[in-house]
């Protein structure tokens, strides 16, 4: 028997599209945190446990976990683009948020430089060229990753080569190992924290 609400009872207030934004941006960011945690091969229903969300929504969502990794991955790289479009912004600041990504985002490793990234390279390929147009944005010309148009790239590949470990802070010496080694000076790293658009 289906009980009818009484005049007084309210329904919940159905959110539509700001619900749908608000499960999508949770799922980012446990999908980011389980990625770094895990790795890529975490099963996906974590990843909506840890979002406060149902398995059905994820796959609503994304249809894999390639689906999911490259949200991720897309996330980090409009994170990278607002650090380079700040006004204060220098190739060191810039770079200091790609380490952070790198330190942070199994995801960001795994996919900007996979060749497979299960049918969607071209997607990853396009991501790994945003990063490159943010960073070459700030290179001065005299810069030692400015004696080659693929240097800057190569060094960034072999930063994330870099990045394993166990923990974030680990993963992080590392990355600031390869950094000095290769004689680039990078900025604190940490998450953009500039204001939304």
């Known amino acids: ?5 009484l ?12 619900a749908a934004a608000r499960n999508r941006a949770a799922l980012i960011a446990a999908a980011r945190e389980i990625f770094a945690e895990s790795g890529l091969d975490v099963p996906l229903s974590a990843i909506a446990r840890r979002a ?14 390639a689906a999911v990794a490259l949200a991720v991955l897309e996330e980090n790289v409009r994170e990278i683009e607002r650090a380079a479009a700040a006004d204060d912004a ?3 600041h810039v770079l200091g948020v790609l380490t952070w990504h790198q330190t942070e985002s199994t995801a960001f490793v795994g996919i900007l430089h996979a060749d497979g990234a299960g049918g969607r390279s071209d997607y990853a390929a396009t991501l790994s060229q945003r990063v490159e147009r943010a960073l070459r944005g700030h290179l001065p010309a005299d810069h030692r990753l400015a004696a080659d148009p693929d240097d800057l790239m190569i060094a960034v590949g072999m930063v994330s080569g870099a990045v394993t470990g166990p923990t974030r802070e680990h993963r992080e010496r590392r990355a600031l ?7 680039v000076e990078v900025g604190p790293v940490r998450p953009f924290e500039g204001r939304e658009e």
Do not use: C, I, S
């Open 90 to 92: 220098d190739l060191a």
């Open 1 to 5: 028997m289906t009980r009818r609400p």
């Open 177 to 183: 190992a390869a950094w000095r080694l290769l004689g």
């Open 7 to 18: 005049p007084d009872e309210r329904r919940p207030a159905n959110d539509g599209p700001k």
């Open 52 to 65: 406060g969300v149902g398995q059905g929504v994820l796959y609503r969502h994304f249809p894999d976990r």
